[in-house]
């Protein structure tokens, strides 16, 4: 089961997280707070906010293209995510943009962004860390990363097969439409 990634979406979704946090986190604490805002989005929708991919890393699950956004340096500073978001020293990020336009997000995606930060938004990325590693999708990958399938995280959320099924067909739909459209530019 594949979705299509939006960066702009993933940056206006980082960017509504930062400014609940007076403009600046620890990298790590904004990534699981993406993930879990992800899979909860996908899990309630039967798509995730971001489209990102799911992978297990030893610090438990993350978002793999934000991940590379946040910790690779960039080629150039003009792709979405670096519009709006700016690595701070070695662990933190931080918003470049003062009241940032977020778009991109629907009031639904805005209402669980703000719920999972009130639920996990206070924790250190330690604990973070350590509810990651407790979810049931969360495989150890010994040093390198493995991708971890939406099907796993529906199935641990009591999702019906018949209900999966349609959620990867949905899915695939959707990325089959958006290559096309790709190739058509």
Wanted: aromatic content about 8%; hydrophobic content about 40%.
């Amino acid at each position: 089961m594949r979705f299509v990634f939006n960066e702009r979406k993933a940056a206006h979704a980082a960017s509504l997280l930062l400014m609940r946090h007076g403009g600046r986190l620890k990298y790590l604490t904004l990534i699981k707070l993406l993930y879990l805002a992800d899979r909860r989005s996908l899990v309630e929708t039967g798509y995730p906010i971001t489209g990102d991919r799911f992978v297990s890393m030893d610090k438990g699950p993350v978002l793999s293209i934000v991940k590379d956004l946040i910790t690779w340096e960039p080629d150039e500073e003009t792709t979405p995510w670096h519009e709006y978001i700016v690595r701070q020293g070695l662990y933190d990020v931080s918003l470049k943009i003062q009241n940032p336009n977020l778009d991109e997000l629907s009031k639904y995606e805005i209402q669980i962004l703000e719920e999972i930060d009130e639920e996990f938004g206070g924790m250190n990325r330690w604990d973070l860390v350590a509810l990651t590693h407790e979810l049931p999708e969360w495989e150890d990958p010994k040093g390198s990363s493995v991708e971890i399938d939406p099907a796993d995280i529906l199935r641990a959320e009591n999702k019906s097969p018949d209900e999966i099924r349609r959620i990867g067909n949905n899915a695939e739909d959707i990325w089959f439409v958006h290559s096309l459209a790709r190739k058509a530019k």
